[in-house]
């Protein structure tokens, strides 16, 4: 009950493309949904976040899309450029002090 | 203003010694926790420190323990290494104590045990 669960593993994408990866939940305790994103050698950095009384958040090039009655929230990245590569990944946590990450999805946008 | 530091960025050590590993939160915050980021997974929670108060602990053995000193930086103490403790070892500050707040991870502790 404590997992999210991320997909894809990996994705490649065109330069210019959208780049969506998804997350699920069972917890329903969990009210805090951050996205990070982490270049090789350097820890996660917070993208973008959302709490589930909102459906949709939109910063920039990067929007959470939110879907409290199926478990279910995703990043969309628009118009991905080869610096968004990396690995993303998706957490939620309660108004407790535990957070839990997905696995992880490796982005590749080609040139 | 400095982000999380943490100390040392890389270590060996040999099964069985004892590691301590250090975190300074950014100026203001509060909260400290400890995660840990085997190769090609996502950070598994270990420990968060408030106000120097344990308030989590996730799934780790007795061998790993923490603390949180009144200029609210922290230690990562583990005992008795197994080889299975290699990881990158990350530190995150948040200024509240809730899961709900803003948190900002250091660059991280690469520990390798042979």
């Known amino acids: 009950q404590q997992q999210v669960k991320q997909s894809p593993q990996s994705l490649i994408v065109q330069k210019g493309g959208i780049s969506i990866i998804n997350c699920a939940y069972e917890?329903?305790?969990?009210?805090?949904f951050p996205w990070y994103q982490q270049f090789p050698g350097k820890g996660p950095a917070l993208l973008i976040a959302?709490?589930?009384?909102?459906s949709e958040k939109k910063e920039g090039r990067f929007t959470i899309s939110f879907n409290k009655s199926a478990k279910q929230f995703s990043l969309h990245i628009m118009d991905s450029q080869p610096g968004d590569s990396a690995t993303y990944f998706c957490?939620?946590?309660?108004?407790?002090?535990?957070?839990?990450f997905g696995a992880g999805t490796r982005l590749f946008v080609k040139a | 203003d400095a982000g999380v530091t943490q100390s040392p960025t890389h270590l060996i050590k040999t099964r069985g010694q004892h590691v301590t590993l250090r975190c300074s939160p950014i100026?203001?915050?509060?909260?400290v926790s400890w995660y840990q980021q085997v190769l090609g997974q996502g950070p598994q929670f270990i420990f968060q420190?408030?106000?120097?108060?344990?308030?989590g602990r996730g799934n780790f053995p007795d061998r790993f323990s923490a603390r949180q000193f009144p200029n609210y930086s922290s230690e990562l103490n583990v005992n008795a290494l197994l080889l299975g403790d290699s990881a990158l070892y990350l530190c995150?500050?948040?200024?509240?104590?809730?899961?709900?707040?803003?948190?900002?991870f250091g660059q991280g502790t690469r520990l390798t045990v042979v």
């Open positions: 995150a500050s948040s200024r509240g104590g809730g899961g709900d707040t803003e948190a900002f």
């Open positions: 957490a939620a946590s309660d108004r407790g002090f535990k957070t839990i």
């Open positions: 917890n329903t305790a969990f009210d805090y």
């Open positions: 420190y408030y106000e120097k108060e344990e308030r």
């Open positions: 100026s203001g915050h509060k909260s």
């Open positions: 959302i709490r589930p009384d909102v």
